[in-house]
């Protein structure tokens, strides 16, 4: 398949990129067979080939175990080959037998090694071709020649009586390389199973409602604007909006809540979420392909695609490190050859071939990264590239916008306030009427404060005014006689230019009760204001904890928002962070690059829409909320749940990760240098050096999926009698 940038074609196998088809004219071509990274990929994928076609065969394991049979069979002849240095007067007191013996265990150990060539070297072979044509030079390319030079020389011993015979040699070397780049395509394989899990959770097909009928149809081919019956139990297969029916939905795979949500009509759904109790209908927005769970694998795989800092530092190490092998290895080849003849020469070049082979530094940086990425993606945690990853490692700061981040961006009702001379309960109800009538956040608020009631008479002819508020009629029925009044519901500004006053003494109690930082609201009619709402932002309850944990870090927190200078002051004494007030989307971008100056990388954290500025503007961007929204391109990290205890666990991860890589990085040149010094110098057999190449590439690949046991974050979902001191305060700060 060709993926969308550069025209780069993706292995059948793990999925990473195919080195060499960068240009769309092979990449085009690459299309007509399968193509993959490498010998192990290769291989790996005939096994799984074998075992879906016949599982019981398993004829690729087969072909394996007898290619075990003849390498041992070959090093037994090899061994009785050796033995006649060591019993030399046993063997010429035997005479002609021994001679004859001799010659027939060459001849035998030629015969069983060419079952293993076309067992094992052939897919070595077949890749190496193919990678030649696509114009890449691999290392596969190193240990063809070698094996095969190992094999021609023993050819000619054979043919000729005069010298030593290595088939024993390219067997075992054959059979390690196989074994090992076969663990390497597994470990490639295991770091995509947990996101590429998440798509066979959806369901292969759907209830369509087609004509009063419900018809069960692929899930592929529903468009846009389809109606599909979702029944309790089951999984959204798409996205979409809710058009009849009420349900509780496990959201749990998207934002890692555990307690459910109620949708009603109008609500948004994800695909990938659960109708736990209702028989719903909903209006398709996100086909197959499109929805939410698809776009978080499309977004992982193209991450994983990218190419980090510490990857580009091995690939350009990598693309100089083939020809530098090839040199040292005839240098040391000639050397020995020289010396102690052409034997020993060929020995000394294919260790120094194979100890030589870069597996485990191609495999040190993007292994970490590829189990990191899908570690963060099953904590509800997504990173748009792995540069992403290793800037988040080195933050030293980051600014928080406070509204929809430090807190929920909904409003409650904390006081509700009447005149005098009149009936609370009464005044309640008419607002409470009104604000049903009204999707506004205010209105929602007096809404969700009291329940309306028809004891208290009706309203009617409701229209909302944006930015002033609501105005409807009530009827009432008092004394036996119908009463209307024309009543509003809306901000001071507007009530005061409609011409309703403010008793002295309500006024006075207003102004006791406010703060002059919370949003307020007034209800009145007949010229007068009878009553008036105050309201404050829900606090998120682990705001306080997270921004604690990070402050322990080592990194520098800030708080950048619009609010009124008076209530960030208060916010600042609170947290013991500087809160910049009445902050426009210029002014935070212009905050991120102070910072930057003053403490270095700087991460912004907000709702990824009005904040996209300065998420564009810091070094990293983290987008709180994202799991109904995953286009929010601003950002380089979305947390697909608003739990902020999610962005230490996030520091943690990518810290972790970036001492992994490392770890791997300086393993893999010290591995390459000593080796090759040893190998060079005559001290280090090809055996051993094959040996050795499986053991440092399976050190990097056991080390990196280390990260898939990475813990996962405390829960900050407490109660805030739960989050301690700093939380309490930081919660009684924001409802002031």
Not at 113 to 134: F, I, K, S
Not at 584 to 596: G, S
Request: charge should be neutral.
């Amino acid at each position: 398949m060709i993926a969308e940038s550069a025209y780069e074609v993706s292995c059948d196998y793990c999925g990473l990129p195919v080195p060499g088809l960068r240009s769309q004219r092979k990449a085009a071509a690459a299309q007509l067979e399968p193509a993959y990274c490498c010998s192990g990929c290769r291989f790996a994928a005939s096994i799984l080939a074998s075992e879906s076609s016949d599982g019981h065969a398993q004829r690729t394991f087969v072909k394996l175990g007898l290619a075990v049979f003849f390498a041992m069979n070959v090093m037994v002849f090899s061994m009785a080959l050796w033995s006649r240095d060591l019993y030399a007067q046993e063997l010429q007191a035997a005479g002609p037998l021994a001679d004859t013996l001799h010659q027939l265990f060459r001849y035998l150990a030629l015969l069983f090694c060419l079952p293993v060539l076309a067992l094992l070297g052939e897919p070595l072979a077949v890749g190496v071709w193919q990678a030649l044509r696509r114009g890449a030079i691999t290392t596969d390319l190193l240990l063809l020649i070698g094996v095969a030079a190992a094999i021609a020389y023993s050819l000619w011993s054979v043919i000729s009586g005069i010298g030593q015979i290595y088939f024993d040699v390219a067997c075992m070397i054959l059979l390690f390389v196989t074994l090992g780049r076969w663990l390497e395509a597994q470990g490639k394989l295991r770091s995509g199973q947990a996101l590429d899990a998440l798509a066979k959770l959806l369901p292969e097909t759907v209830h369509a409602v087609q004509d009063s009928a419900v018809v069960d149809v692929p899930r592929e081919a529903v468009s846009i604007g389809d109606t599909l019956r979702v029944f309790p139990g089951e999984r959204f297969a798409v996205d979409g909006l809710i058009e009849t029916g009420r349900a509780s939905v496990d959201e749990q795979m998207l934002t890692g809540e555990s307690r459910a949500v109620v949708r009603e009509p109008g609500d948004a759904i994800s695909s990938g979420t659960v109708n736990l109790d209702g028989d719903l209908q909903i209006c398709v927005t996100a086909a197959a392909g499109t929805e939410t769970i698809s776009r978080m694998l499309d977004l992982v795989r193209k991450s994983r695609r990218a190419r980090a800092d510490y990857q580009r530092l091995a690939d350009r190490v990598s693309a100089w490190f083939v020809p530098a092998v090839a040199i040292v290895a005839l240098a040391a080849a000639w050397w020995h050859g020289s010396r102690a003849g052409l034997d020993a020469g060929i020995l000394a070049g294919l260790a120094v071939t194979l100890i030589a082979c870069p597996c485990a530094l191609g495999l040190a940086t993007p292994m970490a990264i590829w189990i990191a990425l899908g570690r963060a993606a099953r904590g509800q945690v997504l990173f748009r590239n792995g540069h992403a990853l290793e800037q988040l490692a080195g933050l030293r700061a980051m600014l928080f916008d406070k509204t929809g981040t430090l807190t929920t961006g909904d409003t409650t009702v904390t006081t509700f306030l009447a005149a005098e001379n009149e009936d609370p309960d009464l005044v309640l109800q008419i607002a409470a009427h009104m604000a049903a009538e009204s999707n506004h956040t205010l209105s929602a608020a007096i809404h969700h404060h009291v329940e309306p009631s028809l004891h208290y008479g009706h309203v009617d002819q409701i229209r909302t005014l944006p930015g002033r508020g609501i105005q409807a009629l009530w009827h009432h029925n008092a004394a036996a006689k119908d009463i209307t009044f024309h009543v509003l519901l809306g901000s001071p500004q507007w009530l005061a230019l409609a011409g309703l006053t403010i008793s002295n003494c309500f006024r006075q109690t207003l102004e006791e009760a406010e703060s002059g930082d919370s949003p307020l609201s007034y209800v009145g009619w007949d010229g007068q204001v009878r009553g008036a709402f105050l309201f404050r932002e829900q606090p998120r309850a682990d705001a306080a904890n997270a921004l604690r944990e990070l402050r322990q870090s080592g990194v520098h927190v800030a708080v950048v928002t619009g609010d009124r200078r008076s209530r960030a002051k208060r916010l600042a004494e609170t947290l013991g962070v500087p809160v910049l007030a009445e902050q426009l989307p210029d002014d935070k971008v212009a905050a991120i690059q102070a910072a930057r100056e003053r403490y270095g990388a700087v991460a912004m954290v907000g709702d990824g829409i009005n904040d996209a500025p300065a998420l564009a503007a810091s070094d990293v961007g983290i987008a709180m909320g994202c799991g109904a929204d995953l286009s929010r391109d601003s950002a380089a990290v979305c947390l697909l749940s608003n739990d902020l205890a999610r962005l230490p666990w996030t520091i943690n991860l990518s810290r972790k990760t970036l001492r992994i890589i490392r770890q791997n990085l300086c393993w893999a040149f010290s591995y390459n240098i000593v080796g090759m010094g040893l190998a060079a110098t005559g001290q280090l057999s090809p055996v051993f050096s094959a040996l050795a190449m499986v053991a440092s590439s399976s050190f990097v690949i056991s080390n990196s999926l280390r990260l898939n046991r990475f813990p996962e974050a405390a829960s900050r979902k407490a109660s805030v009698s739960d989050s301690g001191p700093a939380a309490d305060a930081f919660n009684l700060q924001l409802a002031s």
